[in-house]
Antibody, heavy 119, light 108 residues
């Protein structure tokens, strides 16, 4: 069955960078894309961006453009999200989700990765 | 940027029908997806493309979309349906995926 397994929790200082990974199994990784969605404490779901598993093309939410980079490694079926210049309000659970195209629904999700930004 | 508006909360007695709305400008021209999100768990897709259900999602979940409002309907609500529900669209004008603010469903 389809599985998305994310890397473990991270604690970072303000101004630092974080990279979260998402390893896919159970489907052809390069046929679909991966979205990243986050949820800050007490807040709703927020789309961060999407990357094509086939072309590597990306679409980022306007709010994160210039501060986030998404990449994939098709040899290991892994997607990565790097966020730079972290602030305390970037503290959130970050989810990856399979999405065939940038507009496709997210039927499969990773378990989530808690990123805590604190001095 | 495109905005989706959901009521913050909806309450319903067990066995009754819950209706959760998602308002957006001409949302009827877009495909709307709905997610159920429980604390400590990953979100679950319950309706996609306005009206379709993924395999494994019970028939009690249904959706509609017309004009400026999309609606998620949950019939025969059970305690296990208590969760936050989010609508989502792709806005082709801005090339952005947009989530509604979420609706907390409380089963009385």
């Amino acid at each position: 069955q389809v599985q998305l397994v994310q890397s473990g929790a991270e604690v970072k200082r303000p101004g630092a960078s974080v990279r979260v990974s998402c390893t896919a199994a159970g489907y052809t990784f390069s046929n679909d894309g991966i979205s990243w969605v986050r949820q800050a404490p007490g807040q709703g779901l927020e789309w961060v961006g999407w990357i094509s598993g086939y072309t590597g093309n990306t679409k980022y939410a306007v709010k994160f453009q210039g501060r986030v980079t998404m990449t994939t490694d098709t040899s290991t079926n892994t997607a990565y999200m790097e966020m730079r210049s972290l602030r305390s309000d970037d503290t959130a659970v970050y989810y990856c989700a399979r999405a065939g195209g940038e507009w496709y629904p997210h039927e499969h999700w990773g378990q989530g990765t808690l990123v805590t930004v604190s001095s | 940027s495109y905005v989706l508006t959901q009521p913050p909360s909806v309450s319903v007695a067990p066995g009754q029908t819950a209706t959760i709305t998602c308002g957006g400008s001409n949302i009827g021209s877009k495909s709307v997806h709905w997610y159920q999100h429980k604390p400590g768990q990953a979100p679950v897709l319950v309706v996609y493309d306005d009206t379709d259900r993924p395999s494994g999602i019970p028939e009690q979940f249904s959706g509609s979309n017309s004009g400026n409002t999309a609606t998620l309907t949950i019939s025969g609500v059970e305690a296990g349906d208590e969760a936050d529900y989010y609508c989502q669209v792709w806005d082709s004008t801005s090339d952005q995926r947009v989530f509604g603010g979420g609706t907390k469903l409380t089963v009385l």
